[in-house]
């Protein structure tokens, strides 16, 4: 189906579709199937996906009213993969010191590795691996938001040991896992929020410079979004230096200046992912690279994935041109603000 069906089965609240698909609320983080009785979302604000384990896979949490969870899923295909999640998902909790291959997949579902990784990458849009380790980064919060030390709630999430987990902290929450743990009690985020041409821009920071730059569509989803990660920690608007910081960057999108701002970062990431963000750097605007582009640049050519990764957890857009990168194939794969807006920072930049 394509989306003007899926819409249009949105409005009748068609029931022979559930089980087809989902449709997650950008501005409630909430998603539902097609025939949900409730109050029914601006169309822009709505995101169709395939299974309810790829929503929930990208944060949303499912309807209380229609429990899309609950779905029976009609599509031989897409029983298959939602097989897969769920072996994954069971794996994680009832085996966690056991690391899951694709090998394990294969013998219990019966389909050969090849086809099993490609079918799934198909739907969900990332491979096996990557939907194991987004779990465990899932398990691992909730165990430290249950009040878990650090190394029982990593070994519980099927890290092995806190080691292992304290080497790649800041790629997984953004700061240490023992700060995590409190909640980010103790952080000092300022923030700001302004308007431009790809909608809502918050502006983040701490004293020694600017630690995020998100964009949405509504305040309250933006701020919700700091509060979440860093519960208790002592998140307010800012009217200083991140005021001016912001500044530069609002003038910098409207007068479609090819010079980025020389604002102070205050970025958090890996030694790998580090050497990503300053290969980013380099990138001229209007000019693109694929990833495995930039993986050979670095000297590590079989990378590319872990190029992408390192892409995705850029928590300074624009700044840090993450958007000029692109698949292989010559499309645009993955952008965490959507990819709407991916391809209009590129659409602005060939016309600066």
């Not at 009748?12 to 909430?30: L, N």
């Not at 500044?247 to 205050?266: N, T």
């Not at 300053?278 to 994935?305: N, V």
Request: aromatic share 8%; net charge positive.
């Amino acid at each position: 189906m394509n989306r003007n069906a899926m819409l249009a089965a949105v409005n009748e609240r068609d029931k022979s579709c559930d089980g087809q698909f989902v449709y997650a609320v950008k501005t409630t983080g909430v998603y539902c199937r097609p025939s949900c009785p409730s109050r029914q979302a601006k169309p822009e604000n709505i995101l169709f996906l395939d299974l309810p384990e790829h929503a929930e896979s990208k944060g949303y949490r499912a309807c209380k009213r229609c429990r899309p969870d609950l779905t029976v899923v009609k599509d031989p295909l897409l029983s298959l993969t939602r097989q897969i999640c769920r072996k994954i998902e069971e794996h994680i909790d009832s085996q966690p010191d056991e690391k899951l291959s694709l090998g394990v997949l294969s013998e219990e579902t019966g389909y050969n590795e090849d086809y099993l990784a490609r079918s799934f990458k198909n739907i969900m849009g990332i491979s096996p691996y990557d939907y194991y380790d987004t779990m465990r980064n899932r398990k691992l919060k909730e165990n430290l938001r249950h009040g878990e030390s650090v190394s029982r709630a990593a070994y519980g999430a099927g890290f092995g040991s806190s080691s292992r987990l304290y080497e790649k902290a800041n790629e997984r929450l953004g700061m240490s896992p023992a700060s995590y743990a409190r909640g980010g009690k103790g952080a000092e985020i300022a923030y700001t929020i302004v308007d431009c041409f790809l909608g809502k821009m918050l502006v983040a920071g701490t004293r020694k410079g600017v630690c995020a730059v998100y964009f949405g569509d509504q305040d309250a989803a933006l701020i919700a979004e700091l509060h979440e990660e860093f519960p208790e920690g002592e998140i307010a608007p800012e009217i200083g230096a991140l005021a001016i910081w912001t500044q530069k960057i609002s003038e910098f999108l409207e007068k479609k200046s090819a010079a980025v701002p020389e604002i102070p970062l205050d970025m958090y990431g890996t030694a790998f992912q580090r050497r990503v963000w300053q290969e980013l750097l380099k990138i001229g605007p209007g000019e693109t690279k694929t990833y495995k582009d930039i993986a050979i640049d670095m000297g590590r050519e079989k990378s590319s994935r872990a190029v992408g990764r390192a892409c995705a957890t850029n928590p300074v857009s624009l700044i840090v041109p993450c958007h000029r990168v692109i698949g292989t194939d010559g499309k645009l794969h993955g952008y965490r603000w959507g990819l709407e807006r991916k391809e209009l920072l590129r659409h602005w930049e060939q016309t600066a």
